[in-house]
């Protein structure tokens, strides 16, 4: 009924640039909090970023200054600027939507992730 499906992850170069899209489809009737996490074999789950339905943002320490959320209401899409990366940045890149879905009851949906390499 909703999908998320994230695009942009792939190899960089220490110090390099990707930004990270998701973009959610479906019968969605509002889009609220959205969110990045990242996950790397062996390792638990953790929080990058969120924006809020108001357009609040937040980060986790070990990404402030360096990665950027921001989303676009008419798209549907939510955004991950990462900026100055460092090997410690590989992982899966997973997003989460709160979604006003059409049977009017609010949930959490996931995508399955795109992978962010970051190597010399």
């Known amino acids: 009924q909703v999908q998320l499906v994230e695009s942009g992850g792939g190899l960089v170069q220490p110090g390099g640039s990707l930004r990270l899209s998701c973009a959610a489809s479906?019968?969605?009737?509002?889009?609220?909090?959205m969110d990045w996490y990242r996950q790397a074999p062996g390792n638990t789950r953790e929080f990058v970023a969120r924006?809020?339905?108001?357009?609040?943002?937040y980060y986790a320490d070990s990404v402030k200054g360096r990665f950027t959320i921001s989303r676009d209401y008419a798209k549907n899409t939510a955004y991950l600027q990462m900026n100055s990366l460092r090997p410690a940045d590989t992982d899966v890149y997973s997003c989460?939507?709160?979604?006003?879905?059409?049977?009017?009851?609010?949930?959490?949906?996931w995508g399955q992730g795109t992978q962010v390499t970051v190597s010399s």
């Open positions: 989460k939507a709160n979604v006003v879905d059409g049977r009017l009851i609010a949930v959490d949906y």
């Open positions: 479906g019968s969605i009737l509002r889009l609220n909090d």
């Open positions: 924006i809020t339905t108001g357009g609040s943002t």
